[in-house]
């Protein structure tokens, strides 16, 4: 008799914390919307406690809020919060960028190029998901060549509050200002210009936040 293979608790709990995250982020919950774990419990087919961890953490990093009379909400769009969240955020990939310079290989180079490429068709097809996804591709790629797993779990704990502004606001964006930005970047880097590549990174996410925040005042 075969033996059933089990996802244990704390498993379970991070597939429903990841997709329900995913599903905020990309405005499938919207702001606002109520959500009951046992309702949410009965969609992934477990009991309520692993619901119920995933939330608490998704009311940790702000993302779902506990109103009065038992009521779980996710939160509304905050254009402080987002405001703020974008001036580390950049803080956070210019340290990264700076670190990385040195440790940037051919291939990094080829991957950032392939990632902008693969931006240009999303901006082209409107698809703000792999759009989104390409630009976190292209930066990832510097991150991971900081060599710091300190600046990714620094990032972790603030991106989620400017993705939500972001994919509400895709269309006002003008993506060909993100690509030109880019291709700059990857110039910067293929020269070894450490201050150049540091603060065009860090450029492109004020400028990303200065459209968004203007554009939701």
């Given at each position: 008799?075969?033996?059933?293979?089990?996802?244990?608790?704390?498993?379970?709990?991070?597939?429903?914390?990841?997709?329900?995250?995913?599903?905020?982020?990309?405005?499938?919950?919207?702001p606002g919307q109520r959500v009951k774990d046992k309702d949410l419990a009965a969609e992934f087919g477990v009991s309520r406690t692993?619901?119920?961890?995933?939330?608490?953490?998704?009311?940790?990093?702000?993302?779902?809020?506990?109103?009065?009379?038992?009521?779980?909400?996710?939160?509304?769009?905050?254009?402080?919060?987002?405001?703020?969240?974008?001036?580390?955020?950049?803080?956070?990939?210019?340290?990264?960028?700076?670190?990385?310079?040195?440790?940037?290989?051919?291939?990094?180079?080829?991957?950032?190029?392939?990632?902008?490429?693969?931006?240009?068709?999303?901006?082209?097809?409107?698809?703000?998901?792999?759009?989104?996804?390409?630009?976190?591709?292209?930066?990832?790629?510097?991150?991971?060549?900081?060599?710091?797993?300190?600046?990714?779990?620094?990032?972790?704990?603030?991106?989620?509050?400017?993705?939500?502004?972001?994919?509400?606001?895709?269309?006002?964006?003008?993506?060909?200002?993100?690509?030109?930005?880019h291709k700059n970047i990857i110039a910067a880097f293929k020269a070894n210009d450490l201050n150049l590549a540091s603060s065009l990174?860090?450029?492109?996410?004020?400028?990303?936040?200065?459209?968004?925040?203007?554009?939701?005042?």
């Amino acid at each position: 008799m075969k033996t059933i293979k089990t996802i244990d608790r704390p498993a379970l709990r991070d597939q429903i914390y990841d997709s329900l995250k995913k599903a905020i982020i990309t405005l499938e919950l919207e702001p606002g919307q109520r959500v009951k774990d046992k309702d949410l419990a009965a969609e992934f087919g477990v009991s309520r406690t692993p619901v119920r961890e995933a939330l608490k953490r998704l009311e940790d990093e702000g993302l779902i809020e506990s109103l009065p009379g038992s009521q779980t909400c996710v939160t509304e769009i905050h254009l402080e919060e987002a405001k703020n969240a974008f001036t580390v955020i950049a803080a956070l990939h210019r340290l990264a960028a700076r670190l990385a310079v040195p440790f940037i290989s051919e291939e990094n180079i080829k991957q950032m190029e392939e990632s902008n490429s693969n931006l240009q068709k999303a901006l082209d097809t409107k698809d703000v998901i792999c759009a989104v996804e390409a630009d976190d591709h292209f930066h990832s790629i510097i991150l991971k060549a900081s060599r710091n797993e300190e600046i990714e779990l620094a990032l972790d704990r603030v991106i989620s509050k400017v993705r939500r502004l972001e994919f509400s606001k895709f269309s006002s964006v003008d993506g060909r200002k993100s690509l030109e930005q880019h291709k700059n970047i990857i110039a910067a880097f293929k020269a070894n210009d450490l201050n150049l590549a540091s603060s065009l990174v860090e450029e492109n996410w004020l400028s990303l936040g200065r459209i968004l925040i203007a554009d939701g005042d």
